[in-house]
């Protein structure tokens, strides 16, 4: 029996993580590449993602990480006290993220996943909203996971791109992943989408040519009576 390929898990994205470099695109069917920040991503947790850390820590915990990749931002989640969960489909990633001592679980954002319904705050940074290739029903899944009044934490495009797109993962020497869909969405497109999945924008900013929204899942509905 053939086993098919899954992506980020049979392609030159594990391997990335596991060596803690690149170089690595993601290739769109025209040709188009999209560079993957690995090294970044296996590094302690800096720049822009201090402003991610500072709002779990007093808007937002505890946190789930979806996608969570190598784990800079559980770890240093964990380091400012705030409880976190990483969550990524790459067996690589997760075995990264607890060697930094952060509790991580192999699975996909749309699993069973531990405590639905009540974080304080999720994660969908380095590019993960384009997790599935329909970012409306990956927003709708985040606004599940979130306990009422819980925080969404997005990173953006930083232009204002709404695009699906199929593409690969593509490793220093060409050699290509499986395909699958992807999305790449702006900060207009990101809100709207939101919206439609029931939360509500609560921020936007920029930091070191990085663009994130922040958006809100509606309080409980007030009840009124003796």
């Known amino acids: 029996m053939t086993v098919e390929a899954e992506p980020w898990v049979d392609d030159p994205f594990a391997e990335a993580v596991r060596a803690g470099r690149g170089p690595l695109w993601?290739?769109?069917?025209?040709?188009?590449?999209?560079?993957?920040?690995?090294?970044?991503?296996?590094?302690?947790?800096?720049?822009a993602d201090h402003g991610l850390l500072l709002r779990c820590a007093t808007l937002a915990a505890p946190v789930l990480d979806l996608g969570c990749g190598p784990g800079r931002l559980v770890a240093a989640l964990l380091g400012l006290g705030v409880p976190a969960l990483g969550v990524d489909v790459t067996g690589a990633a997760v075995a990264r993220t607890r060697g930094l001592g952060g509790p991580a679980l192999r699975r996909s954002v749309f699993d069973r996943l531990p405590a639905e319904g009540r974080w304080g705050g999720a994660l969908l940074a380095d590019g993960n909203l384009g997790i599935g290739g329909d970012p409306r029903?990956?927003?709708?899944?985040?606004a599940e996971l979130l306990a009422p009044d819980g925080l969404l934490l997005i990173e953006v495009d930083p232009s204002e791109v709404d695009e699906r797109i199929t593409v690969r993962v593509e490793g220093r020497h060409g050699e290509l992943g499986p395909p699958f869909r992807w999305a790449r969405c702006g900060a207009a497109a990101t809100a709207r989408l939101a919206t439609r999945a029931g939360l509500t924008e609560h921020e936007r900013w920029s930091s070191h040519g990085r663009r994130f929204l922040a958006c809100r899942k509606p309080p409980p509905p007030r009840r009124d009576g003796p």
Do not use: K
């Open 137 to 142: 029903s990956l927003l709708r899944r985040s």
């Open 26 to 47: 993601l290739r769109h069917e025209d040709g188009r590449r999209i560079p993957l920040d690995v090294e970044r991503w296996c590094a302690p947790a800096a720049g």
